[in-house]
């Protein structure tokens, strides 16, 4: 795969978890670890996803719950992995990554909203990534 | 040929064991591996608590994910999903020069200095007298070998509700601290201690080779939650410590590059070892008055048999099933949990309903803090952020109870070693089949083990049987016996000599007749240490 269109995943992918844009060596990693492990062609669907979540990025979070729920586009599920691997293991992201306390008022509320908003992107992602392979077939 | 007292084949757990009696007595004692060490990471971890590490260090990645990545791993974990990046070096070239064919049975091997005790978990529980059912030795022949064993190495533990199921140590350390999600399970069984025994369920600290104080120069745990990743300290014991401190005996030499192919008896009495220099492609041989076969229970078998020529026969093999129980700690939920902590196992379970006369099962309970989320990632069916978000909140409370069941041998569970066609290597071929009443049998076990854990508040979230081979315990190829069953027999007598040859020891897991649901590194320890002890009562040194 080119490396322009790894590094524009990188960026994308790199925003929606941690809600910023990555470092040039954080880029670069992703770049790497790409080449070193996922060196299988994407099949047609899997780079359907991820075109086009790359192309509307506010579209990941939806096309993410709904392949983790559906098992569709594996490919875009590992990517997702390793730029978590990478964002885990970045001192600057340590703050969006580590273990986190909370009281138990405060852990019930997190989940809450967690589980509310990926109820929603389950429900959106999975008629999206419906409507990605039907443009897809034709 | 210059010949020595002793060659011991290996370096793990058992073979500097095994060595140690010998080389302390002033026997001279050659030690053949192949001895591959980590040349790449040990230097690059700096030393701090994980939690810090993890907020200062750029160049976390290089170890955290592995050089080349290999940190991330897809698919199924299985055998040696355990090993971090910086502990990779143990299975590296096993599979090249050590190849199994199986459709069943994917086991991790090693052929690093200190073999698979470089990746080891440190669990340290003594076998009782119902696990040496079918053993011709008693608990009274191992006992001072565990003692000798745990000095040389350091165990810690307490004497608390387990010791029945444990056994006790006069050399044992101070338990190591538990980390918070553990003491709040255990202050939960203490309050219900009397309903839990009721129904076979027992709780307390671990047994562990990591130490609580210092020994022979290694320093007590810095709880520095690192123990997955490095070794600085040496508080948790690892084989290559006592490769070390034998190197420092003159009558000691350690021969690395070494894999052992074969070994012959001379008329004299003598044996022969044929080895392959790896570097040179040649075959050396050398020659000492006995042998001690200590390659790991995979590795003994491919020597023996090539040995005798008994290709294609078939031999048993044992292996503890192992199931993996991810669950949720509701005791520690919403309590701040403490950065200061050790990695390994932070609480035994042991499920006893007939007590401790009977057979029984044990398991470790782990807390989910260093290894990355990312790793919980691959098992979830959670969008990455959410699920990123949901597993900071509860990891804290996150245990992972790993449960082994015991195993004896049968039909279905057998090595055999196949010849090299291509001038390769041989081929160890692995048939290794559960029984449905074994798994019928397990399965009720850990239902009720689960159904104790919950009335700890502990939920159960997940179950993994991660393959036959996942628990990396082997044993049962060449069983210490009271008496061959047969002349062909391919036993060993309670000292570990091979039947079939006059000086050959076998000081690993392969003389272990069945496994108790237990960690066996401990014990193989032990009675590798007998092994030595008895041999060195042969070989007085000077006597030839």
Redesign the interface.
């Known amino acids: 795969m080119d490396s322009d269109a790894l590094r524009r995943e990188a960026d994308a992918f790199c925003r929606?978890?941690v809600d910023a844009p990555p470092p040039d060596a954080l880029i670069e990693?992703y770049v790497?670890?790409n080449d070193?492990?996922l060196t299988e062609a994407p099949s047609p669907g899997d780079q359907a996803v991820i075109d086009f979540a790359c192309a509307h990025p506010r579209s990941i979070?939806m096309l993410?719950?709904g392949t983790?729920?559906s098992g569709k586009a594996p490919l875009f599920r590992?990517k997702?992995?390793?730029m978590?691997?990478?964002v885990?293991?970045?001192?600057a992201f340590?703050g969006?990554?580590?273990?986190?306390?909370?009281?138990?008022?405060?852990?019930a509320a997190?989940?809450g909203l967690?589980?509310a908003?990926?109820a929603v992107?389950?429900a959106a992602?999975l008629a999206l990534s419906t409507a990605i392979a039907r443009r897809r077939r034709g | 040929m210059a010949e020595v007292d002793v060659i011991v084949v290996g370096s793990g757990p058992s073979a500097v064991n095994a060595a140690y009696p010998l080389v302390e007595a002033g026997l001279r004692v050659t030690m053949l591996d192949v001895g591959n060490r980590d040349t790449t990471y040990e230097e690059t971890i700096p030393e701090g608590p994980f939690s810090e590490l993890r907020r200062t260090d750029e160049q976390q990645h290089r170890y955290l994910l592995g050089e080349s990545f290999e940190g991330i791993a897809f698919g199924h974990a299985g055998a040696g999903a355990q090993l971090t990046p910086p502990r990779q070096y143990v299975a590296r070239d096993a599979e090249r020069l050590l190849p199994i064919v199986s459709g069943s049975f994917f086991p991790l091997q090693s052929l690093a200095e200190g073999g698979l005790g470089g990746g080891w978990g440190a669990g340290s529980p003594q076998f009782c007298e119902a696990d040496l059912d079918g053993f011709p030795i008693r608990l009274t022949d191992l006992q001072p070998h565990y003692e000798a064993v745990a000095a040389r190495i350091g165990i810690s533990g307490a004497h608390d509700d387990l010791v029945p199921f444990l056994g006790d140590l006069q050399a044992m350390q101070p338990a190591v601290a538990i980390d918070s999600n553990g003491e709040s399970i255990l202050r939960r069984y203490q309050k219900r201690r009397a309903a839990a025994n009721q129904a076979g369920l027992f709780l307390g600290h671990p047994r562990l080779a990591m130490l609580s104080q210092p020994l022979r120069g290694r320093s007590p745990t810095r709880y520095w939650d690192m123990d997955f990743w490095s070794d600085a300290g040496k508080s948790i014991y690892r084989p290559r410590w006592t490769v070390d401190e034998l190197r420092g005996f003159p009558g000691f030499r350690f021969v690395g590059r070494r894999l052992v192919q074969s070994f012959t008896e001379t008329a004299d009495g003598g044996v022969i070892v044929a080895a392959r220099d790896l570097d040179s492609g040649r075959i050396e041989e050398l020659r000492a008055r006995a042998v001690v076969l200590a390659a790991g229970t995979l590795g003994t078998a491919r020597i023996v048999l090539r040995s005798f020529q008994l290709y294609g026969r078939r031999i048993p093999l044992v292996c503890n099933p192992h199931t993996y129980v991810a669950m949720l700690n509701a005791n520690s939920l919403g309590k701040d949990a403490r950065d200061a902590r050790h990695s390994m196992a932070q609480l035994c379970v042991v499920h006893a309903p007939d007590g401790a006369q009977r057979r029984f099962t044990v398991g470790h309970v782990y807390s989910y803090r260093s290894l990355l989320l990312f790793r919980l990632m691959k098992y979830s069916p959670l969008p990455f952020r959410e699920g990123m978000e949901m597993l900071r909140l509860l990891s804290p409370s996150f245990s992972v109870l790993i449960l082994q069941h015991e195993d004896r041998p049968s039909p279905d569970k057998y090595c055999a070693l196949a010849r090299a066609g291509d001038g390769g290597e041989d081929r160890l071929e692995v048939e290794y089949a559960l029984s449905p009443s074994d798994r019928a049998q397990h399965d009720a076990v850990e239902t009720a083990v689960l159904r104790g854990l919950l009335r700890l508040r502990c939920v159960t979230l997940r179950r993994l049987h991660e393959g036959n081979a996942a628990s990396t315990h082997f044993a049962g190829t060449f069983p210490m016996s009271e008496a061959p069953a047969r002349d062909d027999d391919l036993t060993t007598d309670k000292h570990g000599r091979l039947r079939r040859a006059r000086n050959v020891y076998i000081a690993d897991g392969s003389v272990f007749p069945s496994l108790p649901s237990k960690g066996l590194t401990f014990t193989m320890m032990a009675n590798a240490d007998r092994i030595g002890c008895h041999l060195r009562t042969v070989l007085r040194p000077g006597s030839r």
């Open positions: 929606y978890l990693r790497r670890a070193v492990l979070a993410d719950a983790a729920l590992k997702l992995l390793v978590m691997a990478i885990e293991t970045t001192p340590v969006q990554t580590e273990p986190r306390n909370a009281s138990l008022p405060g852990l997190r989940l967690s589980a908003r990926m992107n389950v992602g």
